[in-house]
């Protein structure tokens, strides 16, 4: 099976928690997160994905305020560091005008598993493991829709996405309950 790696999450997770290392120390986490995602999931192939810069995003250039609640948020000072090294030594690719979340969702198919901790790509069916909390998840088609419309309904304040008034976690999934299929979570969320 081949791993489908998010190496944004790699990247910010091993430059922050080595934020007050050496360089050196970041690398060897980085390294070690690697080998044992892919070990953990029994990979005997890979693809490392990076997201491609901020401005070459193509959701910034259709809502400039995407993400735009971030900005002054510091970036962990080994980052771009890691970045080249999964890029030299992992054959990390990048995303182009897109995150790194995208291409693992367009590279998912029946041979392969998504290893993030990203709760957007729990949207997409097949198999996923978050290699924090050493969980493995098959996602179903419906299940993938779902969790689309859960979120269309409740937006995302992480990457500034508004959703609809009062409607959160709770009320989302109640008001998507025995649809069963597209058409009715769409009707749905429409009404709504």
């Known amino acids: 099976?081949?791993?489908?790696?998010?190496?944004?999450?790699?990247?910010?997770?091993?430059?922050?928690?080595?934020?007050k290392e050496d360089v050196g120390i970041a690398v060897w986490r980085?390294?070690?997160?690697?080998?044992?995602?892919?070990?953990?999931?029994?990979?005997?192939?890979?693809?490392?994905?990076?997201?491609?810069?901020?401005?070459?995003n193509f959701r910034t250039r259709i809502y400039?305020?995407?993400?735009?609640?971030?900005?002054?948020?510091?970036?962990?000072?080994h980052l771009n560091v890691l970045r080249e090294y999964m890029i030299k030594d992992w054959d990390a690719r990048i995303a182009l005008e897109m995150e790194a979340d995208d291409a693992l969702g367009i590279d998912q198919d029946n041979t392969t598993i998504i290893a993030s901790i990203d709760k957007d790509l729990l949207q997409v069916p097949g198999l996923h493991y978050n290699f924090v909390k050493k969980e493995f998840n098959e996602i179903t088609p419906i299940e993938g829709?779902?969790?689309?419309?859960?979120?269309?309904?409740?937006?995302?304040?992480?990457?500034?996405?508004?959703?609809?008034?009062?409607?959160?976690?709770v009320k989302s999934l109640q008001a998507l309950l025995g649809k069963g299929t597209e058409e009715q979570m769409f009707n749905r969320v429409k009404e709504l």
């Open 145 to 169: 829709l779902r969790n689309f419309y859960i979120q269309v309904l409740t937006g995302d304040s992480t990457d500034n996405i508004k959703g609809c008034i009062k409607i959160g976690a």
């Open 64 to 77: 400039p305020e995407y993400k735009a609640n971030r900005s002054k948020q510091p970036t962990p000072i």
């Open 1 to 19: 099976m081949k791993c489908l790696v998010d190496g944004d999450i790699v990247g910010y997770r091993c430059a922050w928690a080595a934020e």
């Open 30 to 56: 980085c390294n070690e997160m690697l080998k044992n995602i892919l070990l953990e999931t029994g990979a005997d192939s890979y693809q490392l994905w990076l997201s491609d810069s901020t401005e070459n």
